[in-house]
């Protein structure tokens, strides 16, 4: 567990404040069916969402906790988080669920620009 605060939110575009940050693309990858399949209650994973706010426009990564990981069946998966649902399907390649690689460089960034995150 890091030393230091994590942001909540990891923006990548933001059309309303001209943020676009690819850089943030590298800090994180996609978790697979099997790795999505083994997370438990309480552990954190980062989601794509898209938009994140109804207006839209605004995309990026938002730190989310497991509440329940629910087998469909061998190959489909519901991840369940306080405020939402995700189907995960092995094979797809279309997960939204992420791990942050480097919690550091995030950090580094939005100290930055905060307009990625808040810390």
Same mark, same amino acid.
């Given at each position: 567990m890091p030393s230091f605060e994590l942001p909540q939110m990891a923006l990548y575009h933001n059309q309303w404040n001209g943020l676009d940050n690819r850089e943030i693309?590298?800090?994180? &990858?996609?978790l697979d069916f099997d790795q999505v399949a083994v997370l438990r209650p309480g552990q954190s994973f980062w989601y794509d969402q898209d938009p994140i706010y109804h207006h839209g426009k605004v995309y990026g990564y938002v730190r989310k906790v497991v509440t329940r990981v629910e087998m469909v069946d061998k190959d489909k998966l519901r991840l369940h988080f306080r405020d939402g649902m995700t189907t995960v399907e092995r094979g797809r390649g279309n997960s939204k669920v992420y791990d942050l690689?480097?919690? %550091?460089?995030? /950090?580094?960034? /939005?100290? %930055?620009? $905060? $307009?990625?995150? &808040?810390?």
């Amino acid at each position: 567990m890091p030393s230091f605060e994590l942001p909540q939110m990891a923006l990548y575009h933001n059309q309303w404040n001209g943020l676009d940050n690819r850089e943030i693309f590298t800090l994180f &990858a996609p978790l697979d069916f099997d790795q999505v399949a083994v997370l438990r209650p309480g552990q954190s994973f980062w989601y794509d969402q898209d938009p994140i706010y109804h207006h839209g426009k605004v995309y990026g990564y938002v730190r989310k906790v497991v509440t329940r990981v629910e087998m469909v069946d061998k190959d489909k998966l519901r991840l369940h988080f306080r405020d939402g649902m995700t189907t995960v399907e092995r094979g797809r390649g279309n997960s939204k669920v992420y791990d942050l690689l480097n919690p %550091e460089s995030l /950090v580094r960034l /939005v100290s %930055e620009d $905060r $307009r990625i995150g &808040a810390l």
